[in-house]
């Protein structure tokens, strides 16, 4: 820091550059280090950065220096927070970037290269700091210091001041968008009064900021803000003075409809449709741009509300798609393709036939003939046809054959890679040039140009959408499909290529199975979906083995499962056809080799293992970085979602197991066997609920499949599971409970000297104060079937004649609809049976039964299969003909009156 002091004293700024690229290096990498000395160090760099007498490039860096500071959560956790009067000092600084900017007379052009006419690079890195600073550190830190800044800046006299207020609003809403939604009333309200200010630019600023805050603290600023801010809006595409602003005053509308409802929209939908008519109609370029993309919008959020416009913008629409044919104009025809599309899945394929065709038939002239390669507009061409294929179903197949080839070439670009080392000079270019993205990996820094891999990812995403929307339709093009996305699922240079790809693996099984299954597969069987399965399941296998982001390997378990379904309905369909046998009866016999073979599945449960062990250690370097010196609340609520997006793996890893024991049942049980080690630590008290619930569905799994082979983990298992029927967590509760009603179905001996033990928990739950409460529910219906359980197989365990009613006095259930359908045909087959138990002493409950049943029966098919509630009917019209008067008067008046009209409506139907 002294020979940096000196250089910048001696005049020699090059040299302090260099040694300040050298500190922001070790900012970034050794935070920690500099901890001792933060005070001094971040200090000095204030100072430097507050100095308006050096070169902008050193107080850039000096600034650029703290964000990295700021930026390095992960390694200081907490640790710049702990400094809020630099905090202040900072953000002033950056507020005062802002504020150099020129009125420039070419911004009022409304031309699409003038955007940024006035701005500065103090402005550019104003911005970019901004928005970094309140995403590393979070509104806590930076709302108190922005509300502070903000009204003095909103009151001053210099216009400049103004517009920086609302820049600085709009860039800090991402990172402390929890806190400003607490505020909302107060952030709105700043924002709607800059909208008549006097200054076009600060008017435009405004708009920019309403944009922002609408996607960054929506919903909940459309729910409650509406009536507001769309007047708002609306008001300021009146400006036919400046159509810069009446276009951004479009684009905004564009950011709001977004986050809304239809029931929101529905009311503004006169005003603001024709308002965008005249902007269509106006001589800007840029304002007919942001009045279809506006449109599109709002046809996208509206849906079918916005039939009674179609007839009134379809014309304009058409037209701009025909007629702007110049280069100069190519993107407002690529608007007008987004925009025609977006109506038409709107108002749906009825509304739509009518024009659909002409469209279609533009758009394939323009792919055929005009587009250039380098056209910006391709993207747009390809969501359109996508949109139009969702819009027209299987009416879209004639077109596919134009469509797919430039598909496919898109979704095969090459990435336009430079490697150099990462000291390199070369380099600096590549970071001020926003169309190159670059990573330094180790000594080498990579760019990347962007437009190629956003392409790339489009076109993936537009073939996954095609095999979904087709299905047996896009047979003809699976082969090309799967050699083109597969080996995308290790594509490493963009994250929306891979989860493209990873979302398409199902889909084209899919595709394929029912092509098979309908004889439209152009004569191949059951053998092409094995080769399919062969191709895929493996190849996803091991992306998921290096996949680094854990979102995506969440995703990737989510695909594997539907995949290995996908083959497996299809085997077993072809195996119950022609063989009418068992999947693990082929198993056994070593004929599994239809869908998948062991050796497969091996690596799908090592898979698992491996899953399981980086999810552990992730979790372990987050509970270290908790213990960290500066750990704070922001710090927590990060680490919050981290965990939360972990929790969601482990979910998709339940569910892909849960898929394999249900297939293999007995014959999986070796591979679990495998898996104990890694699965029993999962039932621990110091692990999540959602690892805890997962741990114990596995464990139903189990039980529910492979019943009595299941046996010999029932002392392992079943204390577990009891003591978790009285888990903290709703959501173990109800597994645990579920569970236990499966250990007693299949249980048999095993299961009875745990009955008291069970009748106990089950207790627990069914008693609990709050055990109706919405939360509650579940676990409470899960806790009723399992006591009914242990009723039907256990009665001679259990005093009947006291737990019989306590049963049935639980019942109806409503809440878990797949256990209430079970249950009430367990009531129904007892009193079918005259079980005198449950009747009771001189059919003393049949009052409650009769309810239970009018009440089930009124629900409709929610709690019933027809077939039980036609049997209750029948049970009920039985007790009519059978029953004496005084009892069946006294069971009759014990229902409510509008369940007596219900049943003599039913009964007499």
């Known amino acids: 820091m002294q020979t940096l002091t000196e250089a910048l004293n001696s005049g020699l700024e090059a040299t302090a550059q260099e040694a300040l690229e050298l500190l922001i290096e070790l900012a970034g990498t050794e935070p920690r280090f500099l901890r001792r000395q933060i005070m001094e160090v971040v200090g000095s760099m204030l100072q430097i950065a507050e100095a308006e007498s050096l070169e902008e490039g050193t107080r850039h860096l000096a600034i650029e220096f703290i964000i990295t500071l700021a930026e390095a959560r992960e390694r200081a956790p907490g640790m710049m927070r702990k400094l809020p009067q630099f905090i202040r000092r900072l953000f002033w600084v950056l507020m005062n970037l802002l504020v150099d900017i020129e009125d420039e007379p070419d911004w009022y052009n409304a031309e699409s290269e003038d ?131 009446q276009a951004h005053a479009a684009s905004a509308v564009l950011n709001f409809s977004e986050n809304c409802t239809p029931d929101i929209l529905t009311p503004y939908l006169d005003g603001i449709v024709s308002k965008l008519l005249v902007l269509l109609q106006n001589g800007k370029q840029m304002v007919q741009e942001g009045a279809l993309t506006a449109l599109a919008s709002v046809a996208d959020s509206s849906q079918e509300q916005f039939q009674k416009y179609y007839d009134a913008v379809m014309p304009y629409l058409k037209a701009i798609l025909v007629n702007a044919n110049d280069k100069s104009n190519r993107m407002l025809r690529a608007k007008a393709m987004e925009c025609i599309s977006l109506v038409g899945m709107a108002v749906g394929k009825e509304k739509f036939r009518d024009d659909a065709k002409q469209v279609m038939d533009v758009l394939m002239s323009l792919q055929v003939s005009q587009m250039e390669s380098d056209d910006p507009t391709t993207s747009y061409m390809l969501q359109a046809w996508a949109r139009l294929c969702k819009c027209l179903g299987q009416d879209f197949l004639p077109y596919m054959s134009v469509v ?64 979904d ?141 491996q899953v399981i062990t980086a999810s552990s250690a992730r979790k372990q370097e987050r509970a270290e970085r908790a213990k960290a010196e500066d750990f704070d609340e922001e710090e927590g609520e990060m680490l919050k979602e981290e965990n939360e997006q972990e929790e969601e793996v482990f979910g998709q890893l339940g569910d892909l197991l849960g898929t394999l024991i249900k297939t293999f ?183 409650k039964i009769v309810s239970v049943f009018a009440e089930v029966l009124c629900a409709g098919k929610d709690l019933a299969t027809e077939q039980t509630a036609s049997r209750m009917i029948n049970l009920i019209r039985h007790f009519q003909q059978s029953l004496p008067a005084s009892t069946l008067a006294s069971t009759w008046s014990s229902l409510q009156p509008q369940q007596q009209l219900a049943l003599q409506s039913i009964l007499s139907s």
């Open 404 to 467: 797919m080839p430039p598909l496919l070439q898109s979704a095969q670009l090459k990435p336009d890679v430079t490697i150099t080392s990462a000291d390199s000079d070369a380099n600096v270019d590549d970071d001020d040039d926003e169309s190159i993205e670059t990573i330094t990996l180790g000594d080498k820094r990579i760019g990347i140009k962007t437009s190629v891999l956003e392409e790339k990812a489009t076109a993936c995403n537009m073939l996954c959408c095609y095999a």
């Open 469 to 609: 929307e087709l299905k047996e339709g896009f047979f003809p093009w699976i082969d090309q499909v799967a050699t083109t996305l597969v080996p995308l699922l290790k594509f490493y240079f963009h994250e929306e290529v891979r989860k493209a790809a990873v979302s398409a693996m199902p889909e084209l099984l899919r595709s394929a199975k029912l092509a098979v299954e309908k004889g439209q597969a152009q004569g191949r069987n059951g053998t092409y979906i094995k080769q399919l399965t062969d191709y895929i399941i493996p190849a996803l296998v091991e992306a998921l083995h290096k996949e680094p982001e854990v979102e995506i390997c969440g995703s990737m378990l989510d695909s594997l499962n539907e995949c290995i379904e996908v083959s497996i309905i299809h085997h077993l369909l072809r195996i119950y056809i022609y063989a009418n046998i068992s999947c693990a009866f082929m198993w056994n016999f070593g004929i599994c080799g239809p869908f998948l073979d062991e050796g497969q599945i091996k690596c799908i449960v090592d898979e698992i293992k």
């Open 115 to 245: 955007e940024d006419a006035g701005e500065t690079s103090n402005y550019g890195v104003g911005q970019e700091c901004l928005d970094r600073l309140s995403i590393s550190l979070g509104g806590n830190t930076v709302v108190p210091v922005a509300s502070e800044l903000f009204p003095v800046f909103l009151a001053a006299s210099e216009w400049q001041k103004r517009h920086a207020a609302l820049i600085a609003l709009a860039q800090i809403a991402e990172g402390c968008s929890k806190v400003m939604i607490r505020n909302l009333e107060q952030v709105v309200s700043m924002v709607l009064n800059s909208f008549h200010d006097a200054h076009h630019r600060v008017r435009w600023a405004a708009i920019n900021a309403i944009g922002q805050l609408s996607t960054d603290l929506g919903p909940e600023l459309q729910t409650q803000y509406h009536q507001r801010v769309l007047p708002a809006l609306a008001g300021a595409m009146d400006d036919f003075q400046n159509p810069r602003v």
């Open 665 to 847: 049942k007995a014959s999986f049980l070796p591979f679990f066997q495998e898996l104990t080690s890694y699965i029993t630590p999962m039932w621990g008290k110091d692990k999540t609920a959602e690892e805890r619930r997962v741990a114990i569905c596995i464990f139903d799994d189990i039980a529910e499949h492979c019943r009595e082979a299941a046996l010999k983990y029932y002392d392992t298992y079943l204390p577990f599971l009891l003591e978790a029927c009285n888990d903290e967590s709703p959501d173990v509760r109800q597994a645990a409970a579920f569970g236990v009603g499966l250990c007693a179905e299949f249980g048999g001996s095993v299961f009875k000297p745990l009955i008291q033990e069970a009748l106990s928990r089950l207790n627990a739950v069914i008693r609990h104060p709050n055990a109706l409460h919405l939360d509650n529910v579940m676990a409470y219906d899960n806790a009723v079937s399992a006591l009914g359980k242990i009723c039907q197989f256990h009665r001679d365990s259990i005093d009947a004649a006291q737990i019989l009613p306590a049963w049935l006095s639980c019942l109806p259930i409503k809440g878990d609809l797949i256990e209430a359908k079970i249950v009430h045909e367990q009531l129904c087959s007892m009193v079918e049976r005259s079980d005198q138990e449950l009747l009771g002493p001189n059919n003393q409950y049949l009052p």
